[in-house]
C-alpha cells in the first residue's frame, strides 16, 4: 500500500493563514482539506451595540486588502436601511473607490503571489533583476492602484473619505484628468499581462461548481446593482435574499464557514472568472479583444484561468476609469455633489452587495431607532469560495496522480490551484 | 541592538497574528522605496511575499497584529527569544486596537458566532491583548493602518541608531497646525483631543474626525476632553463608546477616566 501524504502549513503568498492536508492512497484521494486557521476576530458581534456610523469604519479592519469593498458594502447597507440615495456623483466616486482596489489586488496577486510560481522563484523579487522591466512596470501597475484609492479615499488602505451618504473630500478636475492620463499610460502593459499570463501552462480541470457574479443589463457592475447570478445554474436573486439563497455551514477544519447554493447544494466560485462568464459581452473593447485573443470566454469553467480573468480585468478597468476621470473633471459630468446628502436616523434593516477584488460580498445591518446596531451578518467571496477551492483541489490531485506525477509535482500544482483562488483568509474569517 | 559596527546586514523576519494584514500591505504599497528598504536587510522570513520557511536565527522581529489565541503567545514568545529587536507594527499590535472590542464578554461572542464549540481551525481563543501585554517590545509603529514612512524611519532607527524621541502629545496640535479648522465648532465628536500625536492629522484634513487610531496619548486629560464635548454640543456618552474603537483593553483609559 502506497501511501503519500502531503501537508502545507501555512501557504505562502495568499492573504491570511491557511493549511492544506493531502492523502493518497494507492492512486486515491482520500483526503484534501483547506484548512483556514486565520485567528477569529468576531466582528459580527463586535458591531452590535455600535452606533452605524462607525461600521464601515470597523468592517473596513476585516481586510487592508478588500477594505475599500467592505467599506462600500457597509454603506450601501445602511444606506439600505435607512432609506438613504446618493447622486450619481458619489456612485461613481465609489466606482472609483472599488476598482481601485481591483487594480491593488490584482497586480499585487498576479505579480506578487502567483507569477512567481510560473517563473520558478519562491518571491517576486528575484525578478526585479532577472526581469527588471516587467518588474517594475508590475510595481508602478500596483501603485497606480494605490494612487487611485488614495486619491479617492485619502489613503490606500482603509479608506477616510467614504462616508454615509456621500464623500467627505473630492480632488480637483486637473487631478482627475492627470489620475486618467496615468490610467491610459498604463493600458498597453495590462494587455501584455493578459498575454504573459496566456503563456503560462495551468492543468486543464474543469470546476464542477457555480458560479455567482453581481450582474445589470448591458453591464459590468460592481457596486450599483442589487442582482446576484448563478451563473451556471442560471437563476438570480436579490441581494436581500442572500441568506435564503446561500447557506453557510460550519466545519471544524476552517475557522471560516463554508458555502453553498441552497436551490441546487452547490458549491462555487466567486472571483474575476464568475464576472467574466456572467459579463463578457460588457467588457470594454480593448479588454474583451485581450480575452479572446488569449482564448477565455465563457463559459470558461477552469479555476485556473482565474489569474487570466483577473488579467483581462485589469485592462477593462483602466479603460473604465480613465472615462470616469475624464468625466468626473467636466463640470457637469455627473449629477449631483459628493457631499454626504442629509437623511433621518430610524430604524430598518439592509443588504449591501458589491463585487470585491475576489469576488461577491454581501453585508447584511439592522438598525434600531437609535442609529444602534442590532445585529450584522458577513458574507465574504473567500468563505464562499472555500468549499469548491477543496472540490477542485481533489480534481486536481485525482488528474495528477493518475498521471503518475512526483508529490512535488502535485503540491506545487495544488499551491498553484490556491493561489489562483486568490483566498483573502482574513475577510473569510472575519 | 545595533548592527552599525557588524558587516553583515540585520536578520529580519515580518510575523502576522490576528489582523487584517493591512500593515504588512502598507510596506508592499511604498513601491518605490521597497527595494532601497529591503536591500538594507536580510529579509529571512515574509510569508505575505515568499515561499521560504521561517528560520531559526534572525536580529529582527517585526509583529503585527493582537494576540488572540494561545499558540499566538508561544509564538510571540518565541520570536522574543530569538530576536535582539521586537518591533510591533499597527495598532492591533500596539493596543489590540479594533480586535479588542471584542474583549468585553469575549468567549459570549465567539459562542453567538460559532455556537457552543469553535471550530478547532480557531485554536485556543483568549481575549485579544496587544504584543506587549505578552513580551517586552522595543519599538511600536502606531496607527490604522501604520504610514509605511514611519516603519522604514523605526526600521532606520534599529540598524543604525537615534536618539529620536516618540510624540507623547495629543493630535490637537498637529491637527491644528494644518489650519483645518474644529470639529467642536460644528457640534461633531472628534477624537483628537485626547489621541497621541505622530500622523499629521491626515483624517481631520480629508474631512473626517480622528477615530484614535495611534491610541490614547499618555498626555490625555479624559475628563477634560469630556467638558468640552459637553460644552460643543456632543453627548460626552459618545466619546467615551468612541474611545473604545482603539482603547479598550487600555489600562491607561481606566486609569485616565
Excluded at chain 1, 445602511?78 to 458619489?90: F, N, Y
Excluded at chain 1, 489613503?155 to 487631478?175: D, K, M, Q, W
Excluded at chain 1, 430598518?348 to 461577491?360: Q, S
Excluded at chain 2, 454640543?233 to 487600555?250: I, M, Q, S, W
Amino acid at each position: 500500500m502506497a501511501v503519500t501524504a502531503i501537508s502545507i502549513d501555512h501557504i505562502a503568498r495568499i492573504e491570511g493563514h491557511g493549511n492544506v492536508r493531502l492523502v493518497i492512497e494507492d492512486g486515491q484521494v482520500l483526503t484534501c482539506q483547506m484548512e483556514v486557521v486565520e485567528p477569529a476576530r468576531l466582528f459580527e458581534s463586535m458591531v452590535v451595540g455600535r452606533p452605524f456610523e462607525e461600521v464601515p469604519y470597523v468592517a473596513s479592519r476585516i481586510c487592508g486588502i478588500c477594505s475599500s469593498s467592505h467599506v462600500v458594502t457597509d454603506l450601501r447597507a445602511i444606506e439600505a436601511a435607512l432609506g438613504v440615495s446618493v447622486t450619481d456623483r458619489t456612485a461613481a466616486l465609489r466606482e472609483l473607490l472599488v476598482y481601485g482596489s481591483f487594480l491593488q489586488n490584482h497586480a499585487t496577486h498576479l505579480f506578487v503571489f502567483s507569477a512567481p510560481d510560473f517563473l520558478g522563484h519562491r518571491s517576486v523579487f528575484p525578478l526585479a533583476d532577472e526581469n527588471p522591466a516587467l518588474f517594475d512596470r508590475a510595481l508602478a501597475l500596483k501603485a497606480l492602484g494605490n494612487e487611485l484609492c488614495t486619491a479617492v479615499g485619502g489613503r490606500s488602505v482603509h479608506p477616510i473619505t467614504a462616508v454615509t451618504g456621500g464623500f467627505t473630500h473630492e480632488l480637483t478636475a486637473a487631478e482627475y484628468r492627470s489620475l486618467a492620463d496615468k490610467m491610459d499610460a498604463m493600458a498597453d502593459f495590462a494587455v501584455e499581462a493578459v498575454d504573459l499570463f496566456d503563456g503560462f501552462e495551468v492543468p486543464a480541470i474543469e470546476t464542477a461548481g457555480d458560479m455567482l457574479a453581481m450582474v445589470a443589463p448591458g453591464r459590468y457592475p460592481v457596486c450599483d446593482s442589487d442582482t446576484a447570478r448563478f451563473v451556471r445554474a442560471g437563476y438570480d436573486f436579490d441581494c436581500s435574499q442572500v441568506e435564503a439563497e446561500v447557506e453557510e455551514y460550519p466545519v471544524g477544519r476552517s475557522a471560516a464557514f463554508l458555502a453553498r447554493a441552497r436551490r441546487t447544494g452547490s458549491p462555487y466560485l466567486t472571483a474575476a472568472l464568475a464576472r467574466v462568464n456572467a459579463s463578457w459581452g460588457a467588457l470594454s473593447q480593448r479588454a474583451r479583444y485581450a480575452a479572446a485573443k488569449a482564448g477565455l470566454r465563457p463559459p470558461e469553467l477552469n479555476p485556473f484561468m482565474n489569474n487570466l480573468a483577473q488579467a483581462v480585468e485589469l485592462v477593462d478597468v483602466l479603460d473604465r476609469c480613465a472615462g470616469l476621470c475624464r468625466r468626473l473633471a467636466e463640470p457637469d459630468g455627473f449629477e449631483g455633489s459628493s457631499e454626504p446628502v442629509a437623511f433621518e436616523v430610524r430604524a430598518g434593516e439592509g443588504v449591501g452587495f458589491t463585487e470585491a477584488p475576489r469576488g461577491a460580498l454581501f453585508h447584511r445591518l439592522a438598525i434600531d431607532a437609535d442609529g444602534r446596531v442590532a445585529r450584522a451578518n458577513i458574507l465574504t467571496p473567500t468563505a464562499q469560495n472555500v468549499a469548491n477551492l477543496e472540490a477542485d483541489m481533489r480534481l486536481l490531485a485525482e488528474k495528477l496522480v493518475g498521471e503518475g506525477r512526483s508529490e512535488a509535482a502535485i503540491r506545487l500544482e495544488v499551491e498553484k490551484l490556491v493561489r489562483a483562488y486568490d483566498p483573502c483568509l482574513s475577510c473569510s474569517v472575519h | 541592538m545595533s548592527a552599525t559596527n557588524e558587516k553583515a546586514p540585520a536578520r529580519v523576519v515580518v510575523v502576522g497574528l490576528a489582523s487584517c494584514f493591512g500593515c504588512q500591505l502598507q510596506i508592499t504599497n511604498i513601491e518605490r522605496h521597497l527595494l532601497d528598504v529591503l536591500g538594507q536587510v536580510d529579509l529571512r522570513y515574509w510569508q505575505l511575499t515568499s515561499s521560504d520557511p521561517m528560520p531559526e536565527e534572525f536580529d529582527v522581529a517585526v509583529i503585527e497584529g493582537a494576540v488572540t489565541t494561545e499558540e499566538a503567545v508561544r509564538t510571540v514568545r518565541e520570536l522574543r527569544e530569538r530576536a535582539g529587536t521586537v518591533i510591533a507594527i499597527g495598532a492591533c499590535a500596539v493596543t489590540a486596537g479594533i480586535p479588542a472590542m471584542a474583549a468585553p464578554g469575549f468567549a459570549e461572542r465567539a459562542a453567538s458566532v460559532y455556537g457552543d464549540e469553535a471550530p478547532e481551525a480557531c485554536g485556543s481563543l483568549r481575549p485579544p491583548a496587544p504584543v506587549s501585554s505578552v513580551i517586552a517590545v522595543d519599538h511600536e509603529v502606531r496607527c490604522c493602518p501604520i504610514d509605511p514612512l514611519d516603519f522604514v524611519d523605526t526600521l532606520q532607527r534599529v540598524l543604525r541608531g537615534s536618539n529620536k524621541a516618540v510624540p507623547t502629545s495629543t493630535l490637537c496640535g498637529e491637527c491644528k497646525r494644518n489650519e483645518r479648522g474644529c470639529f467642536y465648532g460644528r457640534e461633531t465628536l472628534c477624537l483628537g483631543l485626547v489621541t497621541r500625536a505622530g500622523c499629521g492629522a491626515r483624517c481631520p484634513d480629508l474631512g473626517r474626525p480622528c477615530n484614535g487610531c495611534a491610541g490614547l496619548s499618555p498626555d490625555a486629560n479624559v475628563a477634560s476632553a469630556r467638558a468640552v464635548a459637553a460644552r460643543s454640543g456632543v453627548d460626552p456618552a459618545r466619546l467615551d463608546k468612541a474611545l473604545e474603537l482603539f482603547n479598550t483593553v487600555d489600562p491607561s483609559l481606566a486609569s485616565k477616566g
